[in-house]
Every structure is written in C-alpha cells, then in structure tokens.
C-alpha cells in the first residue's frame, strides 16, 4: 500500500485532508516521506542482516544501541544511551525426541509411523531439561490439570483463535506460555510444552517469555509446532500413549548492561511528547517485524522532523527500549528516570511493520478526547483501550498512553520464529508506518497545551 493510498483510505473523515494541507509541517512530512522510497527498509535490512537478532544481555543488542545512537546523532539529533541492568538467559541446544509409541498399532491395524524429533524451542526463562524422558498428556485448559500428571509433560494445546485484528487472539493463547509451568508444576508434572502461539505454521515453533512462581518447583518448558501438537493431541484421542525424551541446554548468567536509546526534537515548552519501540529481539530470526520495523518506523519519523525543521511546542522524544521482551527493564528504567517528567502523551510501535489501521489508547475521557481531536488531520482514529508494553509504567503513572495498529493478519505467523526476518517486511507499508508516527509526534507535540488531566478510563 502507497503512502498516497493510505492517506486516501484515511481521508474518509470529512475533516482529514484539508486539515492535513492546512499545516505546512504535515504536508512537509508527508512528501519528505514519499520522497524517501525504500529508505525506511534498508535502513531496516542493515539492522536485521548486519546485526541480526538482539537478545537481551547479547553483544548484538548492544551493538544495536550503538548503531542507532550513532545514525540518530548522524541524522542531527541529540542522542544518547541510558544504561540499564538487563538479565541474560541463554537457550543453547534443544531437542524432543520420541521414545516410544504404544500400542504400535492403530484402529485400523496399519503401524504407526512416529516422527524421529518434534520442532521444539525452549521459553525464554526455562531451566534447563536434562534428558527429561516422560509420557506426554495433552490438555486444552489449566482447569483440565489434576493428579494424574504427575510424573508427566504436560502439553497445553490450546489454539490461538483467528480473529480480525490477530491481537485479539493472543493474549489467550499466551496465558498457557506464561503460566503453564507453574500451573502444570503444582500438579507433580515434570515439564511443560505448550503449542506455539500462532495461528499459521509451517512446521515453525513460536518462542516467548514464560514466567515461575517460587511457590512451587521449577520445571523446564518449551514451545512446539502447531503440528506436532496437532499430532500429541490426536495420538491422545485414539489411546496411544506417546513417551518423549526433552533436552533443554539453557543457562541463567549475572545481569549485564544494556541501554535504552533516547533522541529529541527540542519543544518550546516544557511538555514532552514519546514516541517508542523496543530494539532488542529473540534470539531467534532477526526480529523484523518484532520489533525491528518499529524501531525504524521511530528512527525514520525523527529523522523526517529534523529535516522538514518541525519547532514543536512539546519535545518529541525518541525512546528505543531494550530488554521488553524478557523483562521489560528498558521501560521501567525510562519510568523511574524521566517518569517525573512533564509527559503529554507516550506512543508505540510494536505489532510489525504492516500498514498503519488506527491507534489504540488509555487515558482520562478528557485526555482521550484531546488526542482523538489531535489526530484528525492524520485521519487514523483510536479504536480501542491499549498503548504498549515498554510505556506500560508511564500509564501506571497517570501518562496517556498509545500504541500503532497495523495490519496484523500476518504478524503472528512469524512472531518470536526464525521465519521474522526482513523479506517479510514490505517497504511501502514500512514507509506509511514512518508517516503515521511521525504524524502523529508532530500532531500531539505541536499543540498549545497537553491534555486535560482526569481519572483514567478506557478507550472507546
């Protein structure tokens, strides 16, 4: 989708493009960004081909940092790192080898052929399994754990429901990767897997954060395809009993140091207007769409600005988070560091790089009415309660909080995989997220006041 098409879809509100051509800056910032082609994209390629993943505690995510201190700084913006803690958990090698099948037979009397191996990767946090050997017992619920799997790997397959946009199925779905070893755990079993949270696969497992409860025993836990689920779950249905051998080589280390990069447009006034994204990854893939084409989407934007010479009445600062994935150090740090600050409103960019939709949004009545107001000329409306993890602690604070929402229909196929890598990415959907964020830093930043305060309530 053009930059020009967007802009056309998004002109359906009656006031859109003739407020847009009111403001000379606007119109600056959209045909700097028509203008740029396939800026965006390779500045996108350079981070995912030449640095690759950026795992927290990795030096490829610190490299990152430094990278995109020194082309924020080079596009002739303030810039700077701020050193945040960070854990560091390594995955090492995994395998889930099948054992034995019984009976051997199926109803129809013709023998099984079992896989070898089952695609399989440890959850970000997992202890380490040493040759685990167990029969597996598949559940659809936590309500569905009992006795009897004790003594047993638990596998949660529960599907991540297809919905229109994709988000709305996930948080469902990741509940089981997030909390199945702890609930599995209570019940005596002695690992967990879970079917990847996606609801296209090619054979491909999905990864993500897991968490533990020092209440109860900690047990190794890892993500399989959907198919191989499909296939656990359907041996169970027809009796056969399947054993499994799982060999996680995760360790834990000390923290290290990572940073959070920061950049600013300086405002007139006091106000301060963030737009984010979080520039570490998986360890797996390139993390494009995740988060790599929001960090972009934020680099670009601000590049743009300083070049049309945007003189904000807010600063319209630039956040990169580190560490959102496993921990969510980044965001809290920037919380704790710059939370006294007088923040108007804090925008992200993490749900991949398709062509912007609308926007999500927490907030008082009164400060959602303000942004929905400001937003006009860019003709994207909010839709809908949210804002982003890493800005989550900024919201805790009273923030108005929001979040891009792209076209998502394909973001959890390679979401946390080896498959998130740049040829995914599309440049003309990359370059309308450019414009929608920077759109929006200079829509709410180039106000004469923030937003009203009030109670925090929901989006519409």
Not at 73 to 95: H, I, K, N, Y
Not at 312 to 338: K, M
Not at 345 to 368: N, W
Request: a negative charge; hydrophobic letters at 40%.
């Amino acid at each position: 989708m053009t930059l020009g098409l967007l802009l056309a879809l998004g002109c359906s509100h009656p006031r859109a493009l003739p407020a847009a051509e009111s403001d000379p800056t606007l119109s600056g910032l959209r045909a700097s960004i028509e203008a740029s082609s396939d800026d965006a994209w390779q500045r996108l390629a350079y981070l995912c081909d030449t640095i690759g993943h950026r795992h927290s505690g990795s030096s490829s995510l610190e490299e990152s940092t430094r990278w995109a201190e020194a082309e924020l700084q080079a596009d002739g913006l303030r810039a700077w790192r701020e050193a945040v803690q960070v854990p560091v958990w390594r995955r090492g090698e995994a395998s889930l080898r099948i054992v034995r099948v019984e009976p051997s037979s199926s109803q129809g009397g013709h023998a099984q052929t079992p896989p070898d191996v089952l695609p399989v990767l440890a959850l970000g946090g997992s202890v380490a399994a040493r040759g685990i050997e167990a029969a597996v017992i598949v559940l659809g619920s936590f309500e569905e754990l009992g006795p009897e799997v004790a003594g047993k790997i638990v596998l949660f397959e529960h599907p991540m429901r297809v919905t229109d946009p994709a988000i709305d199925g996930y948080g469902e779905a990741a509940a089981f990767r997030s909390r199945g070893a702890i609930e599995a755990a209570k019940h005596g079993a002695v690992a967990v897997l879970v079917r990847s949270v996606t609801t296209r696969s090619l054979a491909t497992p999905h990864t993500g954060a897991m968490g533990y409860d020092d209440a109860v025993p900690r047990i190794p836990a890892a993500a399989v395809s959907t198919e191989a689920a499909s296939w656990l779950r359907r041996q169970g249905e027809r009796g056969v009993s399947v054993t499994v051998r799982l060999d996680l080589g995760t360790t834990t280390e000390p923290d290290a140091e990572s940073h959070n990069v920061v950049a600013e447009l300086p405002g007139r006034g006091p106000g301060v207007v963030v737009i984010g994204a979080h520039i570490d990854s998986w360890d797996v893939g390139q993390g494009a769409h995740d988060d790599g084409a929001g960090v972009v989407e934020v680099m670009e934007a601000m590049r743009h600005l300083k070049r049309v010479g945007a003189t904000p009445e807010a600063t319209i600062r630039a956040v990169l988070f580190t560490n959102e994935e496993f921990g969510l150090r980044g965001g809290r740090n920037y919380a704790d560091t710059h939370g006294a600050e007088p923040h108007w409103v804090a925008m992200e960019t993490d749900l991949g790089g398709g062509a912007p939709e609308a926007f999500s949004a927490t907030g008082s009545p009164e400060a959602l009415k303000w942004l929905q107001g400001r937003l006009l000329p860019l003709g994207l409306e909010v839709v809908r309660e949210g804002g982003g993890a890493d800005i989550g602690p900024l919201g805790e604070r009273g923030v108005l909080v929001a979040g891009l929402l792209p076209d998502d229909s394909h973001y959890f196929d390679v979401h946390h995989t080896e498959a998130d890598t740049i040829d995914k990415v599309d440049p003309d959907a990359l370059r309308t997220g450019v414009w929608a964020v920077a759109a929006f830093a200079w829509l709410t930043a180039s106000a004469s006041a923030g937003p009203p305060p009030g109670k925090v309530s929901a989006a519409p």
